[in-house]
């Protein structure tokens, strides 16, 4: 069964440093998103992806986030300067389509844990 | 704005017992409802949906009924196994566009023998 993966499975970066997560959607998927999860808290949205361009995103996502389609497999979300608040478990998405319908049910990835010390 | 409140976890339960976890939502118009299930070192996969008012999703045992009457979407399953122990999400999304996944805190679940 196609799913979608995550690299690496958890991450420990000194703060200030830039850190990049990967994830590899379902290949026939379209849209993509990243989420991230606050250790006992809710998880989060931070921004959607479709056609190579941000189609939302969320107050969290600021200027120090992005996000980038390198290549026809990878979709990355990378944050330029980390810091403290930023240690969270972070999820990829993906969808075939977007709006509504059955071709809209997002699939998720394990996750990677990101620990910022 | 939208949002979803879960009853507070961790809840505990012993084989074949009936389980509720309690989901609440806030949202404009009427979004779609969904549960989350999310397995030890796993990612989250989604366990059932309801898209409309009185629409029931089921799967693997596990029921919840869209109530737009009092705005909750509540997870049910009669007969509770321990391979159900995992962290269980209420989450909603607008009918509207390419939407986001808004997403409660999550509910541990561990079932035990």
């Known amino acids: 069964e196609p799913e979608v993966t995550q690299t690496p499975s958890h991450q420990v970066t000194q703060m200030g440093q830039e850190v990049i997560l990967r994830c590899v959607p379902i290949?026939?998927?379209?849209?993509f998103y990243w989420y991230r999860q606050i250790l006992g808290q809710k998880v989060e949205f931070l921004v959607s992806?479709?056609?190579?361009?941000?189609?939302?995103k969320s107050e969290i996502f600021d200027d120090q986030f992005s996000v980038e389609r390198p290549d026809g497999s990878n979709f990355t979300l990378k944050i330029r300067s980390t810091k403290l608040e930023d240690s969270a478990m972070y999820f990829c998405?993906?969808?075939?389509?977007?709006?509504?319908?059955?071709?809209?049910?997002?699939?998720f990835g394990q996750g990677t844990r990101l620990t910022v010390v | 704005g939208n949002s979803v409140t879960q009853m507070e976890g961790p809840v505990t339960l012993s084989e074949e017992a009936f389980l509720t976890i309690n989901c609440t939502y806030t949202?404009?118009?009427?979004?779609?409802l969904f549960w989350y299930v999310q397995y030890p070192g796993e990612g989250l996969q989604l366990l059932l949906k309801?898209?409309?008012?009185?629409d029931k999703g089921s799967n693997k045992g596990f029921e919840a009924t869209y109530r737009k009457e009092t705005t909750s979407f509540h997870l049910e399953k009669g007969s509770v196994q321990v391979s159900d122990s995992a962290v269980y999400f209420c989450?909603?999304?607008?009918?509207?566009?390419?939407?986001?996944?808004?997403f409660g805190k999550g509910t541990r679940l561990s079932v035990i023998a």
């Open positions: 992806f479709y056609n190579n361009e941000i189609s939302e």
């Open positions: 309801a898209t409309k008012a009185d």
């Open positions: 290949s026939n998927h379209l849209y």
């Open positions: 949202a404009t118009g009427y979004p779609s």
């Open positions: 989450a909603l999304r607008r009918n509207s566009g390419n939407t986001p996944l808004v």
């Open positions: 998405a993906s969808s075939e389509a977007g709006g509504r319908g059955d071709r809209t049910e997002a699939f």
